[in-house]
C-alpha cells in the first residue's frame, strides 16, 4: 500500500512539473526531454510494485474476433505519417486486430498521459516511452515486461546489442525497441568548400570544430558555428563517448543511482569550453529540442549536434550538400566509450487482456521483423533495431548509396560496452534532465560560473534522487 501512495504521489509531482514546463519553457527552449514522464500505481496492498509477468500464455485472438488494442506515440510530422502507415499496414495484413495509433505529444507528455491514464483505470495497451522514462516505467509496476511474452518467436540476440543492453536488467528485455537513436555530428558540406575544407574530412576533435567553424566564419560564409538539440542529452552523450559515468552505482545499474556525477571535473571542463566557444560566437544556442535545426538548414552554422531520428527530415528539406560524421572528442587521456542509445521503447500495460497482450506482441514482431525495420529507417533515420535488417541494408548496398544513414551505425558499432556507455538510469530523469537544461541554458546563455552552477544543478538532482529512492528505494 505504501509503494501505491507513493507512485501515485509522484504521478502527481511528474504532472505538476509536465504542466508547468508547458507554461513556462523558454521561447528559445521548449519543455525538456530526449531523443519520459510518469505516473500509476496498482499492485495490491502490502505487495511489491515489481513488474508483472504476461497472463498465462495469452491466447492469439481467434479469426472471428476483433481485439482492439490501442497505442499512444509521440512521433508527429513525418515521423506520424511513417507511424500511420506502420499501423495501417499492420491492420491490414491482422483482420482480426485493430489496432489504433493516438498522437499524445511530446515524449515527456506522452509518458505523463499514459501513467495518468493507468491511474484513471483508462490506459492505453501500448506506449512509446522515451529513454529517460526507463527507471520510472521499471518502478511503475504496472508493465508486462516484454521477454514473458516471447515463446521463442524472437531471438533476443537479434537486437542490437547497444540497444538491447540499454532496455534489459539482469540481461531481461522489459519493453520492445522501436524508434533507436544516436547523437552525431551534422555538417554543411558546401559552406566547407567555400572556406577551402576538405567537405570529405570533418573534425574528429572538439578542437577542430572550434577551428573549421572560425575559418568558416572568418570567411564570410556563416555567422556561427555550430549548434545543438537537446543540449542535456549530447552532455550526456560527452560523458558516454568519452567512458565517463553520469551517476554513481555504474549509472544506476549496480544499483540505485544516488549521486549524479555531470558536476565532475570532466563535466566541468565540457560546459567551460562550451560557454568560451558561446562567448566567441562560434557555439549558438538554439533550444532543448529540434529547434537548432531550421537555423542549420538556413545555413546559419555548418555544424549541428542532433539526434540520428533528424537525419530524415534534414536530407529531405537541406538545399546543400549534408556531411554526417561521428561525435568528435574532447582531447585528453580519456578512454573510448561509446554514444548511448536515444529514442523509445514500446511498453505494454497490464491491464490488457490476455487477448490484447498478444494482439500488441503480433505488432511487437511486425515492427521488430526485418522489413518493416527497413522501411521504419530509411523514412526516418531511426537504427533498424534488427541485426538481420542491417545485413539486409548492406547487402542491398543501402550504406554506400546513402552514406549518411550508415554514420551513426558505425559509430554505435564501433565503441566499448562500459557501464558509462550503457546509458543513465535514474528514477527522476526527466526531472533531472530539465535541471540540467536550465544549467546549460544559465552556463551558456547567460554566462553564470560554470563550477558555482552545476554543483547547484547537482544538489538540486541529487535532491529528487532522494526523494524518489525514499519512495521506491530496495
Known amino acids: 500500500m505504501h509503494r501505491r501512495r507513493a507512485f501515485l504521489v509522484f504521478i502527481g509531482l511528474l504532472v505538476s512539473l509536465s504542466m508547468l514546463l508547458s507554461a513556462c519553457a523558454p521561447a528559445a527552449a521548449p519543455s525538456s526531454g530526449a531523443p519520459a514522464a510518469e505516473e500509476a500505481a496498482k499492485p ?55 489496432l489504433t495509433a493516438e498522437y499524445t505529444g511530446s515524449y515527456a507528455e506522452t509518458l505523463t498521459k499514459a501513467l495518468a491514464a493507468y491511474k484513471a483505470g483508462e490506459p492505453p495497451t501500448i506506449a512509446q516511452v522515451y529513454e529517460v522514462g526507463t527507471q520510472t516505467m521499471l518502478d511503475s509496476g504496472v508493465i508486462v515486461p516484454v521477454y514473458t511474452l516471447n515463446k ?8 542490437v546489442e547497444p540497444i538491447r543492453k540499454y532496455y534489459s536488467v539482469d540481461g531481461n528485455l522489459y519493453c520492445m525497441p522501436f524508434n533507436s537513436s544516436t547523437a552525431m555530428l ?7 568548400e567555400a572556406a577551402g575544407l576538405d567537405p570529405d574530412q570533418p573534425p574528429t576533435t572538439w578542437t577542430e570544430v572550434e577551428a573549421f567553424s572560425k575559418q568558416i566564419m572568418d570567411a564570410g560564409v556563416a555567422e556561427g558555428g555550430f549548434s545543438m538539440g537537446w543540449p542535456a542529452w549530447i552532455l550526456e552523450q560527452m560523458f558516454a563517448w568519452h567512458d565517463q559515468l553520469y551517476a554513481n552505482n555504474d549509472n544506476g545499474r549496480s544499483g540505485r543511482a544516488t549521486e549524479v556525477l555531470f558536476n565532475s571535473d570532466f563535466g566541468k571542463m565540457v560546459l567551460g569550453e562550451w560557454q568560451r566557444m558561446a562567448d566567441e560566437g562560434v557555439l549558438v544556442y538554439g533550444g532543448r ?24 527530415g534534414i536530407l529531405k528539406k537541406a538545399d546543400f550538400n549534408v556531411g554526417t560524421a561521428f561525435l568528435p572528442r574532447f ?47 530509411k523514412k526516418t533515420g531511426y537504427f533498424p533495431t534488427s541485426k538481420t535488417a542491417y545485413q539486409m541494408l548492406i547487402d542491398e548496398g543501402w550504406f554506400e548509396e546513402e552514406p549518411n544513414h550508415a554514420t551513426a551505425f558505425n559509430q554505435i558499432l564501433s565503441g566499448n560496452d562500459t557501464p558509462a556507455s550503457r ?16 544549467a546549460i541554458e544559465e552556463i551558456v546563455v547567460n554566462g553564470a560560473d560554470v563550477s558555482e552552477t552545476l554543483d547547484a544543478a547537482a544538489a538540486e538532482a541529487n535532491q529528487l534522487l532522494a526523494d524518489y529512492n525514499a519512495l521506491y528505494g530496495d
Open 331 to 377: 582531447e585528453g587521456d580519456y578512454p573510448k566509450g561509446n554514444s548511448v542509445v536515444g529514442g523509445g521503447c514500446l511498453w505494454l500495460f497490464d491491464q490488457a487482456t490476455p487477448e490484447q497482450q498478444a494482439a500488441a506482441w503480433e505488432f511487437f514482431k511486425y515492427t521488430f521483423s526485418p522489413e518493416r525495420a527497413i522501411i521504419w529507417h
Open 44 to 98: 495490491a496492498e502490502g505487495e511489491e510494485m515489481a513488474p508483472q509477468p504476461a497472463a498465462e500464455e495469452p491466447a492469439a485472438p481467434e479469426a472471428e474476433e476483433k481485439v482492439s488494442i490501442t497505442f499512444w506515440h509521440a512521433m508527429s510530422g513525418s515521423r506520424g505519417e511513417v507511424v500511420e502507415e506502420l499501423v495501417s499496414s499492420f491492420n491490414e495484413k491482422n483482420p482480426n486486430i485493430e
Open 152 to 159: 521463442g518467436e524472437v531471438d533476443w540476440d537479434e537486437v
Open 186 to 192: 551534422y555538417y554543411n558540406k558546401d559552406m566547407f
Open 289 to 312: 529540442q529540434y529547434k537548432a535545426n531550421d537555423p542549420f538548414l538556413g545555413q546559419q552554422f555548418p555544424f549541428l549536434f542532433q539526434s540520428t531520428s533528424s537525419l530524415g
Open 423 to 438: 546509458g543513465v538510469l535514474l528514477g527522476p530523469f526527466v526531472q533531472i534532465r530539465d535541471v540540467t537544461g536550465t
